[in-house]
């Protein structure tokens, strides 16, 4: 069961997934084919079941005009007969001739002859006999032509059937006259059917005189309420009413649900018309739909059936194709359990074997390659040996380097104080010489500064070699640092502070963030004894790429950048300390309007203070 399982699983098998997918469009296909056919047989149907409705009509109604003409011709016939005996007034031999008549033709259960004036001249019934009809319309009608009516009577319905009599030269001497009793029209009407369907008779009032006992008596247009064509209502019948032949309707019956109506023309000299009466065939729509859906039901099993084998004969079909795909699938599968170590091509030159050599040749490529990738694994260690004594001397010397860094730093350490000290006591010595030969009153007030000046640097050496001591980054991380640093400097010089440092950095603390330190000492110097600033802007925050950004800007006297930096250490040894820990140093000042530097370098060059 497992097997063939794993056989017809798509995600392990090409043939399976072609099988499915061929499955999947004959059933498709089948469905869409089935769906076009229901629609197209059910208005097919309709259309044929509303012509067979229509055709039925016409075959009713062509039956019962026929059958009462030959009544109404078998009156005519009589007339023709009991001409003489009406010129010669021969009464007995004319009752006589009547009753033989109606014993002849049961169906016509009273007989009269009148004369030319209306006079009844002979009767089966006596009692008539004498009476003057001339004001009926049968005889004034049955003077001209052979003519049929609908009469009534307290008890029942009869037709009323009138002839001319003539003699000789063709004038009218008389007219006879039948009354034909209802029952032999039911009888007439239960001898003929209608297929399909069943018909209805309707009189001139639109009374239903023969029809289903449900309907019978009653107006025909009360019987039933009138449908759209494709009412919802009409359950089944199709999606538009194009179909349907003008004289088809649709109508729901009393006691029935819908039901097609046909309405058959009449002949123009029909006895039908001559009474007014009207042919109506139904056929409940139930009956239709039923049998539209065993069509449907029939087809669809047959569409299923060669759905299902065609999607056997594509399987079949499909695995025998993938064949020789699954070859090639079988050997990859052996060369990766290791049994193999080339690929089984299959012969011919179809996509099966293009794949199967082109499978065989990556294959022997890959294994060359792996036998050349161990050649240089080999040749690498050798290198990795050789590149570890380099390395270990490249350490000897790095350490050698960062003594002189060391040296390096301390320099600018000196630089930034002492040079600065002696430049100052170097001034006023120059000063004081001038003052002692031009102006001696003034060399006291001078003198009192140059001591000054020595104080402070003093002052400024103890400050520098503490700070050689002492690290405040690695203390509180830059951020407070920094912090503090501007802090002094602003209760120093009387500078006004804007300083906004991100929390989230205060806690930076390694090697480089020393350096950054130093070189905020140097700016924060520079600001306090060259800028003769006002404000002082300090801010320390992350860039959207992650980097770090220090911005120090002040709204002092500026300088020109173009100028020669020659014997400027201050702006040299900056940038030497922001080449070396990687970051960007940007300078932008202008004579008047103050100066502002940025030094951007990478975060993740810092670590975070323990």
């Known amino acids: 069961m497992k097997a063939l399982l794993r056989r017809i699983d798509p995600r392990r098998s090409l043939a399976a997934a072609v099988g499915w997918l061929l499955v999947a469009l004959a059933m498709c296909l089948a469905l869409a084919a089935n769906l076009w056919l229901s629609s197209f047989v059910r208005s097919t149907l309709l259309e044929q079941y509303a012509r067979r409705l229509e055709a039925a009509g016409e075959h009713v109604s062509a039956e019962l005009d026929t059958a009462l003409l030959l009544r109404l011709q078998s009156v005519s016939v009589v007339a023709t007969m009991l001409s003489e005996d009406v010129q010669r007034s021969d009464r007995e031999n004319l009752k006589r001739s009547l009753q033989a008549v109606r014993r002849g033709v049961p ?57 001319p009599m003539t003699n000789a030269d063709g004038a009218i001497v008389g007219v006879v006259a039948a009354q034909l009793e209802w029952r032999w029209v039911q009888a007439l009407v239960s001898s003929m059917r209608a297929s399909p369907g069943e018909w209805l008779l309707i009189d001139r009032d639109g009374i239903v005189r023969e029809g289903p006992r449900a309907l019978v008596g009653k107006r025909w247009r009360d019987v039933g309420e009138p449908l759209a064509p494709f009412d919802r209502r009409v359950a089944n019948l199709g999606n538009d009413g194009s179909d349907l032949p003008a004289r088809i309707q649709l109508r729901r019956l009393q006691g029935g649900g819908p039901h097609l109506i046909a309405t058959p023309p009449q002949a123009p000299d029909g006895t039908l018309r001559r009474l007014g009466w009207q042919v109506v065939v139904v056929q409940p729509v139930e009956s239709v739909a039923a049998f539209a859906t065993a069509i449907e039901w029939r087809i669809a099993l047959m569409l299923s059936v060669l759905g299902l084998v065609a999607a056997i004969s594509g399987v079949a079909v499909a695995r025998r194709l993938t064949r020789r795909v699954s070859v090639i699938a079988q050997s990859a599968d052996a060369v ?78 000196l630089h930034d104080t002492l040079a600065h000290s002696m ?132 709204d002092g006297v500026g300088f020109e950048t173009g100028a020669d930096a020659t014997g400027h250490y201050g702006l040299v040894g900056l940038a030497e300390q922001a080449e070396a820990i990687g970051a960007d140093l940007e300078i932008s000042s202008t004579p008047g309007t103050g100066t502002s530097i940025r030094l951007r370098w990478a975060r993740h060059e810092i670590a975070a203070a323990h």
Not at 149 to 158: C, K, M, V
Not at 372 to 387: Q, S, T
Not at 428 to 441: G, M
Not at 469 to 486: F, H, T, Y
């Open 423 to 554: 430049m100052a006591m170097l001034t006023e010595i120059r000063v004081l010489k001038r003052i002692a030969v031009s102006r001696p009153e003034a060399l006291s007030d001078e003198l009192l500064r140059a001591e000054q000046a020595a104080r402070e640097g003093l002052s400024e050496a103890r400050l520098a070699i503490e700070a050689l001591r002492s690290n405040p980054v690695r203390d509180l991380g830059l951020g407070a640092a920094l912090a503090e640093l501007a802090k002094a400097m602003s209760e120093r010089s009387g500078i006004a502070l804007d300083c906004h440092l991100d929390p989230r950095l205060s806690g930076l603390a390694a090697e480089p963030a020393e350096t950054v330190y130093r070189m905020c000492e140097e700016m924060l110097r520079n600001v306090e004894r060259h800028a003769g600033a006002q404000l002082l802007r300090m801010r320390l925050g992350r860039c959207a790429d992650g980097s770090v950004e220090l911005e120090i800007a002040d």
């Open 107 to 163: 169906d016509l259960i009273w007989l009269a002859v009148t004369d030319a004036d209306g006079f009844i001249v002979g009767a089966t019934d006596e009692n008539v006999v004498g009476q003057n009809v001339f004001q009926h319309a049968w005889m004034s009608q049955g003077l001209d032509v052979a003519w049929i009516e609908e009469g009534r009577s307290p008890r029942e319905h009869f037709l009323k059937l009138t002839a």
């Open 336 to 413: 990766l359990a290791g049994s193999a170590s080339r690929i089984e091509v299959p012969t011919g030159s179809d996509e099966a074997a293009r794949l199967g050599t082109a499978l065989d040749r990556l294959l022997a490529n890959l294994q060359d390659e792996r036998d050349e990738l161990r050649r240089l694994n080999a040749a690498l260690d050798e290198r990795v040996r050789a590149r570890t004594e380099e390395i270990s001397r490249l350490a000897k010397e790095s350490r050698d380097a960062a003594v002189v860094r060391e040296r390096l730093r301390m320099a600018r350490d």
